[in-house]
T-cell receptor, first 116, second 108 residues
Framework: GAVVSQHPSWVICKSGTSVKIECRSL??????MFWYRQFPKQSLMLMAT?????????EQGVEKDKFLINHASLTLSTLTVTSAHPEDSSFYIC????????????FGSGTRLTVV | RKEVEQDPGPFNVPEGATVAFNCTYS??????FFWYRQDCRKEPKLLMS???SGNEDGRFTAQLNRASQYISLLIRDSKLSDSATYLC?????????FGQGTELSVKP
């Protein structure tokens, strides 16, 4: 089945630094990638949607200059949390879709970010 | 109003119990519907799709009522391994919108 590899699985960083999270589709071409954030005891909140080769579309309230998304190839999308602060500490999950070829959404295993 | 609302949890039930989860969604243009399961500190995993005609998979039955914008999940003969958070999910224009989840704890 479809697999999305997400790295790192967890990261601790100092306040003010930037962190990059990668998601790779291993056996399919991810035409669309979705990035979610989940705070403890809350649901997954969609942050942005990206299509390969084009700019990401951000949900209302998500700062595009703080959460940089790059989807330069059909198998790789990255989310960079710039100038991270403790309130950015969360569980970040990507989800990929292979357009109309393969219905359904494949999730990465998530990245737990802790900013100290 | 949240786009997808679920019963508040947690649900604590004994093994063998039948558990029902309810969910409502606000956007009548929503296209497809799912139940996902999420274990602690893990990614969500698709449990089953939900159709108006009803969908059954072993001990799990899901139902959709488009007129009332209501989705349900029934778990029969619950097992310890069913303990998890159950997420009601709606597809809106290609985006998956998640409910806040209902935590289920099945006790021996």
């Amino acid at each position: 089945g479809a697999v999305v590899s997400q790295h790192p699985s967890w990261v601790i960083c100092k306040s003010g630094t930037s962190v990059k999270i990668e998601c790779r589709s291993l056996d399919f071409q991810a035409t669309t990638m979705f990035w979610y954030r989940q705070f403890p005891k809350q649901s997954l909140m969609l942050m942005a949607t990206s299509n390969e080769g084009s700019k990401a579309t951000y949900e209302q309230g998500v700062e595009k200059d703080k959460f940089l998304i790059n989807h330069a190839s059909l198998t790789l999308s990255t989310l960079t949390v710039t100038s991270a602060h403790p309130e950015d500490s969360s569980f970040y999950i990507c989800s990929a879709r292979e357009g109309d070829i393969r219905p359904g959404y494949t999730f990465g295993s998530g990245t737990r970010l802790t900013v100290v | 109003r949240k786009e997808v609302e679920q019963d508040p949890g947690p649900f604590n039930v004994p093994e063998g119990a039948t558990v029902a989860f309810n969910c409502t969604y606000s956007n009548s243009a929503s296209q497809s519907f799912f139940w996902y399961r999420q274990d602690c500190r893990k990614e969500p995993k698709l449990l089953m799709s939900v159709y108006s005609s009803g969908n059954e998979d072993g001990r799990f039955t899901a139902q959709l009522n488009r007129a009332s914008q209501y989705i349900s999940l029934l778990i029969r003969d619950s097992k310890l391994s069913d303990s998890a958070t159950y997420l009601c999910v709606v597809n809106q224009g290609g985006k998956l919108i998640f409910g806040q989840g209902t935590e289920l704890s099945v006790k021996p």
